[in-house]
């Protein structure tokens, strides 16, 4: 099992950037490909960007696509969202989440992970 703490949400004005940490635990966060994604009152959660287990293999919703970046460092237990050009529809509580696997892949569904975070806020002002 994995438990997983969100960090790094916060206010920022519409143009600027944060970056979302996700901290796992456990000693074999290696195994685990991670996926971001994303929730606003009244809908349903959605796909921001995943990564696979190495980190060489990573997909993005097109709405984020040359605006996010997801990378891991299997080092420090720790997955990253870069979020730049950030626009007020990207306000949302940002959640990772991980999934087990022992191939290269990477998961974009919501059904596809197992654990979750508790989640962190991103407010964008416009």
């Known amino acids: 099992q994995v438990q997983l703490a969100e960090s790094g949400g916060g206010l920022v004005q519409a143009g600027g950037s944060l970056r979302l940490s996700c901290a796992a635990s456990?000693?074999?966060?290696?195994?685990?490909?991670m996926g971001w994604f994303r929730q606003t009152p009244g809908k349903e959660r959605e796909f921001v960007a995943a990564i696979n287990r190495s980190g060489g293999s990573t997909t993005y919703a097109d709405s984020v696509k040359g605006r996010f970046t997801i990378s891991r460092d299997n080092a420090k237990n720790t997955v990253y969202l870069y979020m730049n050009s950030l626009k007020a529809e990207d306000t949302a509580v940002y959640y990772c989440a991980a999934e087990w696997t022992s191939t290269g892949r990477y998961y974009s569904r919501l059904v596809d992970y197992s654990y979750w975070g508790q989640g962190t806020q991103v407010t964008v002002s416009s």
């Open positions: 456990g000693r074999t966060f290696g195994n685990y490909a």
